[in-house]
Nanobody, 120 residues
Framework: VQLVESGGGLVQAGGSLRLSCAAS????????MDWYRQAPGKQRELVAT????????NYADSVKGRFTISRDKAKNTMYLQMNSLKPEDTAVYYC??????????????WGQGTQVTVSS
């Protein structure tokens, strides 16, 4: 499984960005997908999660009401729409999936990350 993020960039506070995560390989084995972020000097944190059919989503309290996670299974792509961005949202954003260990390639997979910088 390979994950490639895109869509990061520099934006002013209050602005919006849309991140994408394109999955390839054995995508049929992917269930839940997540977005994580890591700011300089801080631990990586879970931002949002979406189930296989997109029916259930969860968000970190810090982004609730501002970020929306979605998924297009036909395109094997996950999105993160980020609105009302704040300087504290500045971080590298990572796409993440966990493949069940019942598959021989089971384990955690991460994308390379995409930088989001919000200026005040």
């Amino acid at each position: 499984v390979q994950l490639v993020e895109s869509g990061g960039g520099l934006v002013q506070a209050g602005g919006s960005l849309r991140l994408s995560c394109a999955a390839s390989g054995s995508t049929f084995s992917i269930n839940t997908m997540d977005w994580y972020r890591q700011a300089p000097g801080k631990q990586r944190e879970l931002v949002a999660t979406i189930t296989s059919d997109g029916g259930i989503t969860n968000y970190a309290d810090s982004v609730k009401g501002r970020f929306t996670i979605s998924r297009d299974k036909a395109k094997n792509t996950m999105y993160l729409q980020m609105n009302s961005l704040k300087p504290e949202d500045t971080a590298v954003y990572y796409c993440h999936v966990e493949i069940p260990y019942s598959w021989w390639y089971g384990g955690e997979y991460w994308g390379q990350g995409t930088q989001v910088t919000v200026s005040s």
